[in-house]
């Protein structure tokens, strides 16, 4: 039991609203699930209040846009989201003080727009063009995203946008990567990364470019849809929700990546349930899919045997 006298001399640290405890996640070994070859290390950003590495990008936004009369004071936000963008909004505009509107494709899981509407979010659910429940296409973010922009016309609110947000990109290069470099102490050879706007992939890899230009980028894209990769979109159908739309994104830097992974629906289900059952990680079908992208690059022996690939696991499981 801690004493009086020794709670007095422990540091308060008091966190103002749940904006500050966005950032600064930690960076956690994957030795059950990788022994080997190498060392697998993922930055655990699902550890967010929001739930996902979008909370980052969706602070970034919402404070920019404040700071230059885009947002006013109690104006709405709106925004298309599969989910992980809306909880983020949602967590930002809560302790902001602005309503929030998101359009989510009816494909994507029932839980996030649970999730949502708990957070007090206004969610409108748009019909899927191609897809089926649990497959989100582009085809069907398009339609979400048209279903935002005419909801911000109507209600004078901010569309967020952040397929082209500056802000998303921004925030990973300047906290993500450098978190990131810090934690592994300078020595990283590899970061993979799934891509959906392709924030998370571009920043960090920027920020570990500019520290060293030989680490290897890897983007992580679904099986049968990878534009990235130069290769038709024959599978616009899968389960890495809030990934892989079969197009490459606006802020896209071709630069930054050195080569492109592929993953199947069936690997990163085999991997989400080895998070789950060795690491005691419960996860979403992202994060699963870039445990195994860059586990099969550590295997590959395109890397040094002691090399060290991070990843990021994107969001919590408890949406899916």
Known sequence: MITR???????????ASALDLIGRTPLIALDRVHPGPGRLLAKAEFMQPGGSVK???????LRAARADGRLAPAAPV????????????AVACATLGHPLVVTLSAGNSPQRARMLEALGAEVVLVKQVDGVPGQVTGADVAAAAE?????????????????????????????TGPEIWAQCGGR???????????????GVAAALRARNPHVLCAAVEPEGCRP??????????????????????PHWDPGLMDLA?????????????????REGLHVGYSAAANVCAAASLLASGRLPADAIAVTVLCDTGLKY
């Open 5 to 15: 006298a020794e709670s007095a001399t422990v540091p308060s640290i008091i966190a």
């Open 55 to 61: 909370d980052r990008a969706a602070r970034a936004i």
């Open 78 to 89: 709106v925004e298309m989201s599969s989910g992980n963008m809306g909880a983020g909004l």
């Open 147 to 175: 279903a935002a922009r005419h909801a911000a016309r109507q209600r004078g609110g901010f569309y967020v946008d952040q397929f082209h947000a500056p802000e998303g990109v921004a925030i990973h290069r300047d906290t």
């Open 188 to 202: 990283i050879e590899a970061w993979v990364a799934s891509v959906g706007t392709g924030a998370t992939f571009l």
């Open 228 to 249: 990235l990769a130069g290769e038709p979109v024959a599978k616009p159908r899968h389960v890495l929700q809030g990934t892989g739309y079969g197009s490459v994104p």
């Open 261 to 277: 992974l592929a993953v199947s629906d069936d690997e990163a289900a085999h991997w989400r349930r080895l998070l789950a059952t």
